[in-house]
T-cell receptor
Framework: AQSVTQLDSQVPVFEEAPVELRCNYS??????LFWYVQYPNQGLQLLLK??????LVESINGFEAEFNKSQTSFHLRKPSVHISDTAEYFC???????????FGTGTRLLVSP | NAGVTQTPKFRILKIGQSMTLQCTQD?????MYWYRQDPGMGLKLIYY???????DKGEVPNGYNVSRSTTEDFPLRLELAAPSQTSVYFC???????????FGSGTQLSVL
């Protein structure tokens, strides 16, 4: 069975500090991996995805995530966060054979000045 | 571009009442999904559809029903509302050529 684990329910950081949001996945088959972001009172938006190829993927707003097959991880990082990055971040996996997306429980990133 | 549209945005139901959450998309996507989001629980898949006339259960289907008579619409039906169905419901769609899901803005439902 497919599952995604986000161990940190909330991560408070100061503005301009680096941050890492952890994600581990479990699957018996190959998967695609995603990070979605949800700003307050909005739906989810795709932040970045790993399908194949380079294990390091980047978003347009400075986030990056690295696929690590041996550790079954897909952690999200940003070297310097902004107040506007305050949101809930969801890691998700999708079986490459079928488009059913399974989400983790989410990590709330709180950026303070 | 409308994308995925959900109605209503908010609703309060009494226990035992029924209602339909509407979802429509204008991107000609084959795949459509219903998720519920509860605090600390992430998003759980309720039902999904890979095309008109085809639906299947997700992780938490009990108490819900769906239909998919057209490519555009994927309504979610609650027949006998229960307090456990208090949640935020999200509809989403995608195409077989693109793994990205497009989400609606959500329906906040309270059952009292």
């Amino acid at each position: 069975a497919q599952s995604v684990t986000q161990l940190d329910s909330q991560v408070p950081v100061f503005e301009e500090a680096p941050v890492e949001l952890r994600c581990n996945y479990s699957s018996s088959v190959s998967v695609y991996l995603f990070w979605y972001v949800q700003y307050p009172n909005q739906g989810l938006q795709l932040l970045l995805k790993y399908l194949s190829g380079s294990t390091l993927v980047e978003s347009i707003n400075g986030f990056e995530a690295e696929f690590n097959k041996s550790q079954t991880s897909f952690h999200l990082r940003k070297p310097s966060v902004h107040i506007s990055d305050t949101a809930e971040y969801f890691c998700a996996s999708m079986n490459t054979g079928f488009q059913k997306l399974v989400f983790g429980t989410g990590t709330r990133l709180l950026v303070s000045p | 571009n409308a994308g995925v549209t959900q109605t209503p945005k908010f609703r309060i139901l009494k226990i035992g009442q029924s209602m339909t959450l509407q979802c429509t998309q204008d991107m000609n996507h084959n795949y459509m999904y219903w998720y519920r989001q509860d605090p600390g629980m992430g998003l759980k898949l309720i039902y999904y559809s890979v095309g008109a006339g085809i639906t299947d259960k997700g992780e938490v289907p009990n108490g819900y029903n769906v239909s998919r008579s057209t490519t555009e619409d994927f309504p979610l039906r609650l027949e006998l509302a229960a307090p456990s169905q208090t949640s935020v419901y999200f509809c989403a769609s995608s195409s077989p050529q693109n793994e990205k899901l497009f989400f609606g803005s959500g329906t906040q439902l309270s059952v009292l």
